[in-house]
Nanobody, 114 residues
Framework: VRIVESGGGLVQPGGSLRLSCVLY????????MGWYRQAPGKQRELVAQ????????DYAQSVKGRFTISKDDAKNTVYLQMNGLKPEDTAVYYC????????WGQGTQVTVSS
């Protein structure tokens, strides 16, 4: 499985970004998918997940109400809509099929700063 994330960038506090993650060599409808992030000096954490069929989602408390995970299985693409961004959301964001421990992409940098 190869994963390519995109959509990161520099945004002011309160702004929005939409991240995308395309899976190659696999089917996004087969696995539960997760968006993770890793801030400098911190461990990687799971911030959002969506079930294989897309029927259920779950979020870390720190992003609940601000982030929305979704996917388009026809495009093998998973999205993370991020609204109300805060400086503490600054991190490299990764997307991965949750059951596959090593299927990490290169990530996409999100920087929230004024």
């Amino acid at each position: 499985v190869r994963i390519v994330e995109s959509g990161g960038g520099l945004v002011q506090p309160g702004g929005s970004l939409r991240l995308s993650c395309v899976l190659y060599g696999s089917d996004s409808g087969f696995y539960p998918m997760g968006w993770y992030r890793q801030a400098p000096g911190k461990q990687r954490e799971l911030v959002a997940q969506i079930s294989a069929r897309g029927m259920s989602t779950d979020y870390a408390q720190s992003v609940k109400g601000r982030f929305t995970i979704s996917k388009d299985d026809a495009k093998n693409t998973v999205y993370l809509q991020m609204n109300g961004l805060k400086p503490e959301d600054t991190a490299v964001y990764y997307c991965k099929p949750i059951p596959l421990p090593d299927a990490w992409g290169q990530g996409t940098q999100v920087t929230v700063s004024s």
